[in-house]
């Protein structure tokens, strides 16, 4: 079945920074790739998703970048700001592309 | 759009007795919800794809008599812990799968604490 790997299990960075987080997936099927951050003892938020048609997409401060050879996709967050701090999920599509593989996660610390 | 609601947001019950929480999306109708189990510091473990009218397609390892699934409407998804014990403390998540194709909904979540 889908495995999706995430990197790295925490990040800090200064803010203005950027941050850059990876995540792999094996099942070549897969054919789309969200990404969810959540807040402790929230709920998880979709902030952008791609899907396998297409290489980028950005919205602000947020992109993700997804190279379907590889099997691998990546969300960048670029200017960050001690708002951004949180856990990011990303994951995988499986079966007929509604159900979610998630990564580990990645914990975002924006130091300012 | 795309609200989903989880009801309760946490309850604490005794060993053996059973836990209702209830699934809703508030502005769409979700043919499809998906209920996850969250440990502290981890990810979310899906543990059954929830069907309006049909059986729920539950996760390998996951008992179908003790976490009961009922989709009886296009709105609501009901999870049931039944004979709930310690080990079943968790942070229980559904999501509803939107309309238009742009991925999973989560509701805000439900704390269960089994003493």
């Known amino acids: 079945g889908e495995n999706v790997e995430q990197h790295p299990s925490t990040l800090s960075v200064q803010e203005g920074d950027s941050a850059v987080i990876k995540c792999t997936y094996s099942?070549?099927?897969?054919?789309?790739f969200p990404w969810y951050k959540q807040e402790l003892g929230k709920r998880p938020q979709l902030i952008i998703d791609?899907?396998?048609?297409?290489g980028e997409k950005k919205d602000q401060r947020i992109a993700v970048t997804l190279n379907k050879t590889a099997k691998h996709f990546s969300l960048h967050i670029t200017e960050t700001q001690p708002e951004d701090s949180a856990v990011y999920f990303c994951a995988a599509s499986i079966q007929d592309g509604n159900k979610l593989v998630f990564g580990a996660g990645t914990i975002l610390r924006v130091k300012s | 759009g795309a609200v989903v609601s989880q009801h309760p947001s946490w309850v604490i019950c005794k060993s053996g007795t059973s836990v209702k929480i209830e699934c809703r999306s508030l502005?769409?109708?979700?043919?499809?919800m998906f209920w996850y189990r969250q440990f502290p510091k981890q990810s979310l473990m899906l543990m059954a794809t929830s069907n309006e009218g049909s059986k729920a397609t539950y996760e390998q390892g996951v008992e179908k008599d003790k976490f009961l699934i009922n989709h009886a409407s296009l709105t609501l998804s009901t999870l049931t812990v039944t004979s709930a014990h310690p080990e079943d403390s968790s942070f229980y998540i559904c999501?509803?799968?939107?309309?238009?194709?742009?991925?999973?909904?989560f509701g805000p979540g439900t704390r269960l604490l089994v003493l």
């Open positions: 791609i899907r396998s048609n297409v």
């Open positions: 502005d769409f109708q979700a043919t499809t």
């Open positions: 099942d070549s099927a897969s054919n789309y």
């Open positions: 999501s509803a799968l939107s309309h238009r194709g742009e991925g999973q909904y």
